[in-house]
C-alpha cells in the first residue's frame, strides 16, 4: 500500500500516475522556436506581496497583456509572455 497522509491521499500514486501521463502525451512539452517568425515580448508584472497581504495587481492589467501575447500569436509571432518582478517598491494603492 503505498504511503498516505492524515487525509488518506495516496500523493505518491496519483503524483507518480500523473506525471507518467505528462512525459507520454508531452503535456508541458516547450514547442521548437520557428526564428523565422517576428519576434513580440509582452510583460506581465508579477504579484507580490504589500502592506496589505498578496497584491495581485488590477485583472485589467493582466487581461490586457494577455490577449494582446494571444493576438500576436494567432497573427505569427513568436511571443514571450513572461511575469516581471518590480523589484522597487510597493504599488500605488
Keep these: 500500500t503505498p504511503p498516505t497522509t492524515s487525509s488518506g491521499y495516496p500523493f505518491q500514486e496519483v503524483e507518480t500516475r ?10 508541458f512539452k516547450t ?3 520557428d526564428h523565422s517568425k517576428g519576434k513580440k ?3 506581465d508584472m508579477f504579484p507580490y506581496p504589500s ?3 498578496l497584491h ?27 511575469m516581471g518582478w ?5 504599488p500605488a494603492e
Excluded: K, N
Excluded at 497583456?65 to 494567432?74: F, H, N, T, V
Excluded at 518590480?86 to 510597493?90: E, K
Design 86 to 90: 518590480d523589484s522597487f517598491g510597493l
Design 56 to 82: 495581485v495587481g488590477h485583472p485589467e492589467g493582466y487581461t490586457a497583456s494577455d490577449i494582446m501575447a494571444r493576438y500576436y500569436r494567432m497573427c505569427g509571432y513568436d511571443v514571450l509572455h513572461p
Design 31 to 33: 514547442p521548437v522556436r
Design 51 to 53: 502592506g496589505a497581504g
Design 18 to 27: 500523473w506525471q507518467q501521463y505528462w512525459e507520454e502525451q508531452q503535456t
Design 41 to 43: 515580448y509582452v510583460l
